[in-house]
C-alpha cells in the first residue's frame, strides 16, 4: 500500500442542526422520529406554485463555516438549479451552488490543516456549497439493492446542507479520517452541527490509484467507516491492477454491514446536470459588514483550544490533540479540571481510559459524560491522590462505571477495591510471594530490575489492590535483609 | 324567458359600492352571473372547473353578513375568474395539462389570499394553454375556448380562459399569468384590458411556474377602474417569494384621473410599426395615437434596433426554465399516475411525462434542456441573457426621454381556429410586442385601441418600473375619449 500513488477527495454533507427551520420554507428542522411526510408543506414537497425563501440563518452558519476554513468568500449569494430525476427530490432538481458561468458557491479555496504521523498538513478546500438535503428513501424490505419496494420520507427534504469539497490532496485512508474528525470538531466547536445524529455528516470520497480510474464510493457515514471503505477500495483495486484487470470509472456503495462496497453505476461520461441559475432565488450581496461581523463573533475554534490546553494545563501536544478532537470530550476535560484540578492526570485518564473504554463500547461521548460524570471522575482522581485506590484499580473501575452506570463510590466499596497500604498485611503476603518464588528471589538480589516481577506477583495475589509503591520498597527492604547487606 | 339583473351589466368598481349600501343585491348578482354562464358557456367555454353556485352562493351569503357589520372589503361579493395556473385551496388547479387533471392543491396563492380576504369570491377556474404556452388557448389538453367576438376566431392566450370569462359576463374581474404576453394578447383580441405588471410587484407564490423570471399574475378587466381595483388588491409585498418587491401597497384608483397627471411624453418605436403589421392594426394605432396628442401629449418615434432579438432571447429563457420548473412533474407525489409495480422510476417517468404533458409542452422542455446542456449553455441561454440585459439597458436610456412606449398588442388580429397553429414561426409571432415587457420587467397594460370590423384590436402601453399608475392614467382617458369600455361581444349580445 505504497502512500504515494494514492489520490483521495473528499466531499463532506454536513446538515446545519443547529437551525431551527429548513432552508428553504418554515419547516421545523428537527425531522428526527417523525411519522413520515408529516414534517412537511408546499415548499419542501416541491407543490406546484409554490416558492423558496432562503433561511438567513443557514447562510450565516455556512459563513462561519467558510472563515474556519480559511476560505475565499464571495461577495454574492447565487443558488443555482441542479437537475436529476430521483424520487426522494420533490422538485427533481435540488437548489444548490455551482461555480461556472453565472453562478458561484459561497465559498472557495480554504484548507484544513490536519495532524499526520506527528506532523501537519495543510488538506485544500475547493468549495463550500449551500444546498438543500433531499428525502429519505426508505428501503423496508432489505437495502437499497434487495429490498422488494421503496417508500419516501419527505421530512427531511429541504433541510439546509453544506457540502464540503476538499481537494485531492489526501494519501492514505488514515489522513482521511483525520481530515473527517478535525472538520468535524470545528463544526461542533462553531456550535453548528450534532454530529452524533444519525445522517447529520455524510461522506462521498473519491479515490484512485496510480494506473486506475477514480472510483466515487457514496453513502458513508462516519469517519471510522472512511477509513474502512478507503482501505477496501485500495486493497480491491490493487488486486486488481496487480492482475491486470481494469479499474472502471464508477460510483460504489458502502455497505456498512457487510464492510464491503458494491458497485452502484458506471459512469462513462459527466452527468449533465444542466446547472442554471435559480431564477426564484435572485443573487444577494453578501456584505464585508456583515463577514466582519460574524468573524467577530467565532468561537475558539480546535487549532486555537489546543495550543491553549498546552499552554494553560501542561498537556503534551498528544493529550491536546485527541481531547480537541471531539468537542464534548474537551468540554468534559475542562469541567472535570474546573472542579478539582490535576489537567495532567484528567488529561491522561480522559484520553486514555476513559475515550478508549468509549470507542470500545461503542457509546456516544455525549452519553458517556453523563454516566462518568466530571462529578464521578473527580471522585476517582480524590481517592487516587489519597491512596484510598491506586490508578490500576482506577484503570478497572473506569469500563465497570460505564458498563454498569453505577456510582464510583458503590463499585469501590462492592468489589473491595481499597488500596491495602497495612504494611502488615502487605509484609504477610510478601512473605509468601518470597517463598514461592525461590528463582525470582534470587534473580532479583542480582539484578534490582528483577524486583518488578515480584512485585507483580503481589498484585496478582491482591487482585491489585496492594498499594504499588509501598509494595516496592516492601520487597526491596526484605530483600536486603534476606541478602544480609545492613 | 327569464329578464336578466340589470346588475349584470355592471362594472366591479360599481357593485361594490352597490353591496355596500344593499348587500342583499350579492344574492341577485350571484345568480344572474350564473344565468348568463348557463347559456353562454356552452359557445365559448371558459371555465375549466365551475364551482357550483350553491358553494358560491353560500361565500356570498357569509360575505353580505360581514358587509352587515361593517366590513369594507374592496372586492366585498365579487365574482372573479382566476387563471387555472394558479392554485386554489380544495379546487383543482389542472393548468389544463392531463398531468394535473386531478391536482387539488393543499393551499392558496397570496393573490387569492388577498381577493378572499378583500370579500372576492372564486367562480372558477378557466381554460389556458397547456401550463401557459401558448398565444391562443388551442393548447389546452381539455378544450378550446372560442373568441365571443367571432366563435371561429381564437380568443388568444394564454389567459384565454379569464379573458372570454370577463369579456363575455361569466365574471366581473379574472388573473391572468402574464409570460410573454399572455395577457395582453388576449385582452387585445376579446377587447378587454389587462395589465401585465412590473416584475416583483405582485406575489407569485401560488403561480405554477413557467418560466418563473419573466411572469407576473395580473388583473384582467372590462374596464380601466375594475383593473386599478383588482391590481390595488394583489400588487404589494409577499415574504414567501423571493423576487417579490419591498413596496408600500397602492390605491391605483387615485390614478383613475380624466386629464393627464403629468406632461408624458410618449414614445413609437419604429420595429413595431414597420414590418408585419396588419393594415387594420396600424389604423387602429394611429387613431388611439391621435386621442392622446388631442389631450397634448406629445408623440415621438424612436428605434430601439435590438428589438428583434427580442423574440428569440425570450424563448430561449422561457422554454430554459420551463424545461427546469417542470422536471417536477413525474406522478409521484401528486398528479397523472400510472402504475408502478414491477417497474425502475425511469419507466415511470418515461410514461408519466410522455402520457402527460401535450406536444408544445414537450417541444418546450426538450428545446429548453437542450438550451441548457453542457456545451450549449453559453451558446443559447447565456447570450439570451446578454441580449437581455442590453435590452433592459436599452429601455432605461429611452426612459430617460419618454414616460411610456406604445405598440399594438399584437401585430394582427386573432387568427382563426388553426391558422396559427399550422405554422410555430408564425405563432410565436403574435408575441413580439408583448416579450419586450417580460424580458425587461416592465409594466405593459393593453387596452382596446378600436373595434374593426366586429373584432378588437388593442393597444399595448410599457412603462417605467412602478408605473403602473400612470399606465393606468394614461389608459382611463383613452377609454374616456374612446369610449371602448364595457363591451358587449356579438356572439354573446344576445345573453347579456
Redesign the interface.
Known sequence: MSNLDIKIGLEVHTQITSLKTKLFCSCPSDYRGKPPNTNVCPVCLGLPGALPVVNIEAIRAALMVALALKCEISDVLVFTRKHYFYPDLPKNYQISQYDGPGSIPIAKNGYIVIGVDGGLKKVRIRRINIEEDPGKIVYPTGSLLTSKYTLIDYNRSGIALLEIVSEPDLRSPKEARAFIDKLRSILEHLGLVNTELEGALRVDANISLAGGSRVEIKNISSAKDVERALTYEIIRQSKALETGEKVRRETRHWDAIRKVTVPLRVKEFEEDYRYFPDPDLPPVKISLKLIEEIYQKLPELPDQRIERFIKTYGLSDYLATVLVSEKVLADYFEECVKYCGNPEIIGNIVVNDFKRWVDEMDIEVSKAVKILTPNQLCQLVYMLNNNIINIKILKEIIPKVLKYNKDVNTIVYEENYIDISNEEVLMRIIDEVIKENPKAVKDALINPKAVNYLVGQVMKKTRGRANPELTNKLIIKKLKELSGTP | MIILSKLIRKGATELVELFKSDPRLIEEYIVSVYEVIDRVEDLVRSYITLRPLNEVLADGAKVRETLTNGFKGRLAGLLVAVKDV??TKNLR?T?ASKI?YD?I???N?TVIERIIGEGGIVVGKTNMDEFAMGSTTENSAFFKTRNPWDLDRVPGGSSGGSAVAVAAYEASIALGSDTGGSIRVPAAYTGIVGIKPTYGLVS??????YG??LEQIGPMARNVSDLALLLSVIAGYD?????SLKVRDLNYMEFLKPTPMKKYRIAIIRECVSEGVDNTVLTAFNRSLRRFEEEGLEVLEVSIPIIKYALPAYYIIAM??A??NL??Y?G???GYHVSVEGRT??EV?TEVRSEGFGLEVKKRILLG?FV???GY??QY??KA?KIRKLLYDEFMKLFKEVDVVVTPTTPTTPPRFGEALTDPLKLYLLDTYTVVANLTGLPAISIPSDIVNDVPVGLQLIGPRLSEGYLINLAYIHELKSGLKDLVPTAVSGYV
Do not use: K, M, N, Q
Not at chain 2, 407569485?204 to 411556474?209: A, D, E, F, H, T
Open positions: 394558479i392554485v388547479t393548468c394535473l391536482f392543491p393543499p393551499y396563492a407569485r407564490y401560488g403561480l405554477i411556474s418563473t423570471s415574504p414567501h417569494d423571493s423576487t430554459a426554465e424545461s427546469s422536471a417536477r413525474d409521484i407525489r401528486y422510476w425511469d417517468y434542456t441548457l446542456s453542457a449553455y453559453d441561454y447565456l441573457s
